[in-house]
């Protein structure tokens, strides 16, 4: 009977893929979340969108090392200034 209780419930198990929160890839964004899927890595849409907006203009590898990077978070925000 738990075989049948088990495939009949795919969505939870899909949204406990992760071992626990994440935190969020967008700019500036700190919020740590649970993914719903295994490739979710932005908190929400606006997140995303944003993200891939700038990374038009520095690209998604500087956008990625600003998290960890203080000055490159830096160098970000001043590329930005000026394109805004």
């Given amino acids: 009977m738990s ?4 495939r009949l419930n795919p969505i939870q ?3 406990t893929l992760s071992s626990g ?3 969020c890839r967008g700019v500036g964004c700190m919020i740590r979340f649970l993914p719903k ?3 979710q890595t932005f908190c929400s849409l606006f997140c995303r969108v944003e993200f891939f907006a700038i990374a038009r203009t520095v690209g998604t590898l500087l956008l990625d090392r600003g998290k960890k990077d203080p000055k490159i978070s830096t160098l970000i ?6 394109r805004m």
């Avoid at 075989?3 to 088990?6: A, L």
């Avoid at 925000?77 to 000026?82: E, I």
């Fill in 3 to 6: 075989e049948t209780r088990d």
């Fill in 21 to 23: 929160p994440i935190l």
């Fill in 77 to 82: 925000r001043d590329l930005l200034k000026g």
């Fill in 13 to 15: 198990e899909a949204c």
């Fill in 37 to 39: 899927r295994k490739d």
